[in-house]
Nanobody, 114 residues
Framework: QVQLVESGGGLVQPGGSLRLSCAASGIVFSFYAMAWYRQAPGKQRELVAVITSAGSANYADSVKGRFTISRDNAKNTVYLEMNSLKPDDTAVYFC????????WGQGTQITVSS
């Protein structure tokens, strides 16, 4: 059974930082590209960042220079370091594992507000 479990969400002030973690089980983690998506109220789910099995990362334009995705294959975990957070970053953030099939975590809420 595949499980992706996100943690690290919460309330943060504008300009603050958070680090999300996603622990994977039930897959050969190193074979998968891993991604973070987010979905704000009333909006479609959008890709935030993706890291390939080889460690190459790509970002949405809206988060470039502020967010960093990384992975630790020994811990079966992917991270999203978020800095200079803005109110527009408020959303539910989902972890995603990509290969032949997509697997999703349950999501974690990030609220950026003063």
């Amino acid at each position: 059974q595949v499980q992706l479990v996100e943690s690290g969400g919460g309330l943060v002030q504008p300009g603050g930082s958070l680090r999300l973690s996603c622990a994977a089980s039930g897959i050969v983690f190193s074979f998968y590209a891993m991604a973070w998506y987010r979905q704000a109220p009333g909006k479609q789910r959008e890709l935030v960042a993706v890291i390939t099995s080889a460690g190459s990362a790509n970002y949405a334009d809206s988060v470039k220079g502020r967010f960093t995705i990384s992975r630790d294959n020994a811990k079966n975990t992917v991270y999203l370091e978020m800095n200079s957070l803005k109110p527009d970053d408020t959303a539910v953030y989902f972890c995603n594992a990509k290969r032949v099939l997509d697997y999703w975590g349950q999501g974690t809420q990030i609220t950026v507000s003063s």
